[in-house]
């Protein structure tokens, strides 16, 4: 294990902001922590650096405690939002920065920046003004400085923040690729489902300085631990129910679980893709109260009478229009009984 967090603790105020922190990242290892703000995921990351002392508990790194080794010789690289580029500095000024700073001779930080800029997208642009390049040549700029020094551990705070939906999109696939082919070992924060599913190999989703549950991008999507994960992924069909068999009692009546469902008083979730429109004289009777296009689909608000709102996906082409009246059907295999 590369990276260890053993009961790590920060209060401040009295309040733990990080609380009894257990946490592993293996080499090479691709981790994301997610959690609204405040969660305590900028904190964990901070501690990690050396730039947040603990309380209590221990930071370890190849199995050493780095209890008061300064951030400078831990040998970990940090990126934050906002670059933190030296604007008086061209680009190779900016990307030699930490290998001037261990020694490197002049040749040697050339090479280094020639060959970086080209893993990173920017080639030939060693000369080029850091305040004449886009948002996203920044990023790349702030990504090869960060890489520059060889770290054991880089650590991205929330990497692509800045940039607009399209560029994230595409440089979260660049990242990845990026840090397969060169081994890296990443711990990355963010508040982007997206970002982080698309590129973490483990996604850590954090709650009041706890970790609320840690698994593949997939178990956790699948899975959600509990109604606070499944509603910060966005999943808002929760609801409480008694399951009994393969059936739960909710308020929207009877609904289908899977087989292996636990039993008793249990929390649902209905994923919109289990929520199947039928017509208006079968299943659960609603009304189409808002219908949202989200590019694949359209999310499609249904109001049942009496009962709490549900969210279905459909193709465009098949929903149905603000005002109308459907019938409602559940599919089991997109139902998950909620721990917790």
Do not use: Y
């Amino acid at each position: 294990m590369l990276l260890g967090l053993e009961s790590a603790t920060v209060r401040f105020g009295g309040r733990p902001v990080l609380d009894a922190v257990d946490l592993g990242v293996a080499e090479h290892e691709i981790v994301c922590v997610l959690g609204p703000s405040g969660s305590g995921k900028s904190t964990l990351l901070r501690v990690v650096a050396g730039l947040q002392p603990l309380d209590s508990g221990r930071v370890l790194l190849d199995g050493r405690d780095q209890a008061g080794v300064p951030a400078h010789k831990r040998g970990v690289g940090l990126m934050f939002q906002d670059h933190q580029l030296f604007p008086q500095r061209d680009v190779a000024g900016n990307v030699a920065f930490g290998p001037r700073m261990h020694g490197a001779s002049r040749r040697q930080q050339e090479a280094q920046v020639g060959e970086l800029l080209d893993l990173v997208g920017l080639p030939g642009a060693a000369r080029r003004a850091v305040a004449g390049l886009s948002g996203g040549e920044q990023q790349r700029v702030a990504l090869a400085r960060a890489l520059a020094p060889r770290p054991r551990l880089l650590m991205l705070d929330e990497p692509l923040g800045q940039l607009d939906r399209s560029l994230r999109e595409r440089l979260v696939v660049e990242l990845r690729e990026l840090f397969g082919a060169l081994g890296t070992t990443v711990l990355a924060v963010t508040h982007d489902q997206g970002e982080a599913f698309a590129l973490a190999d483990r996604v850590v989703v954090m709650r009041d300085g706890r970790i609320a549950q840690s698994g593949t991008p997939l178990e956790v999507w699948q899975r959600p631990a509990d109604e606070f994960v499944a509603r910060f992924l966005g999943f808002d069909n929760v609801v409480g129910a008694t399951v009994a068999g393969e059936a739960a009692d909710t308020p929207w009546g009877k609904v289908p679980v899977p087989d292996d469902a636990p039993q008793g008083a249990r929390t649902l979730l209905v994923r919109p893709a289990g929520v199947r429109l039928v017509p208006a004289d079968e299943g659960l009777r609603c009304t189409v109260a808002a219908r949202t296009f989200r590019g694949t689909h359209v999310a499609v608000q249904l109001q049942p009478e009496g009962a709490p709102r549900l969210e279905a996906a459909c193709a465009l082409r098949e929903a149905p229009e603000v005002g109308d009246t459907v019938g409602v059907e559940f599919d089991a295999a997109e139902i998950v009984v909620l721990d917790g």
